[in-house]
């Protein structure tokens, strides 16, 4: 006979309890994405860019939230999407002298980093919405 250590007495309760925090954590999670997805896409899109404001929303939500999920398959979503915003605002930082000096160097260079985003995103999004953990191998 095994010991379910996660819902002590197999209390019907602290399973209800539990779904909820997930579709909870899985509602934050879906706002967050959609968020960094209309900043990805507004990426592509002449005077599309919307980004910084939507992007610092979904950044706070994500940090205020985190300590929520910790223990669940969705804190690994909360790691990748920080990761991701963190990382891409380093590079476009990094490279904004390129784009300011050297228009068409700069525009690839921002070119690159946003199919990166938006890839991590929809990567993101599509194992989210499987109810897989993120892999930390990129």
């Known amino acids: 006979m095994t010991q379910d250590f996660t819902n002590p007495g197999n209390d019907p309760g ?16 879906t706002i967050s994405y959609i968020l960094h997805l209309i900043v990805a896409i507004g990426a592509f899109i002449p005077g599309g860019q919307v980004g910084p404001v939507l992007l ?14 910790e223990g669940t398959w969705h ?17 476009y930082l990094v490279t904004f002298p390129l784009f300011l000096l050297l228009y068409f160097p700069g525009a690839i260079a921002w070119a690159l980093i946003s199919f990166w985003f938006l890839y991590r995103i929809v990567t993101g999004m599509v ?6 953990p993120m892999e930390f191998t990129a």
Request: charged fraction near 25%; charge should be positive.
């Open 14 to 29: 602290v399973d209800q309890a539990r779904l909820q925090k997930l579709q909870s954590l899985n509602t934050v999670g």
């Open 56 to 69: 610092i929303v979904a950044l706070i939500i994500d940090l205020v939230k985190r300590p929520d999920a």
């Open 75 to 91: 804190a690994s979503h909360f790691r990748w999407r920080i990761r991701t915003v963190i990382t891409a605002g380093l590079l």
């Open 127 to 132: 194992r989210m919405n499987k109810g897989l």
